[in-house]
């Protein structure tokens, strides 16, 4: 028996949960100064305000994760499928957050000219953890 709609909220709840350790990861990245050093002004801080609605997007990138594992002969490669979905998040933040919502140029590169790498390190964090949470909370079935 197929289990769609079970898999579907385990993908929300492995990429809500990829967004919370995204998260944290940025926060300590930049109370301990590492954004600083690199010359990258993107040190927010750890707010409910702030994390709520990352915890949410994270979420909503992860029932994307669906269509990656949701046939059954897909369900192999998990971390790596995460891994390469992260690319989409960077490049909505990279391509249209930056530039157009929070008027930080083209890349966020006003922020510092490690931002992109930094993007993509981060949320190749988020598609680790998705992958990985989706695939231990999924189980075998």
Do not use: D
């Not at 909220?9 to 944290?24: D, E, R, V």
Request: net charge positive.
């Amino acid at each position: 028996m197929e289990r769609k709609g079970a898999l579907l909220a385990t993908c929300f709840c492995a990429g809500l949960l990829g967004a919370l350790c995204n998260s944290l990861a940025l926060a300590a990245a930049g109370s301990w100064g590492l954004m600083a050093a690199a010359g990258v002004n993107l040190a927010p801080a750890l707010t409910l305000s702030w994390l709520y609605p990352r915890l949410v997007w994270g979420g909503l990138w992860g029932l994307l994760f669906f269509f990656a594992v949701g046939a059954p002969r897909y369900r192999r490669h998990w971390i790596r499928k995460g891994l390469w979905l992260s690319l989409l998040p960077s490049l909505y933040q990279l391509l249209y957050v930056f530039p157009h919502l929070e008027q930080k140029g083209l890349m966020g590169l006003e922020l510092g000219q490690l931002t992109p790498l930094f993007v993509l390190l981060f949320n190749f964090l988020w598609g680790a953890v998705t992958g990985m949470l989706t695939r231990i909370l999924w189980g075998r079935g």
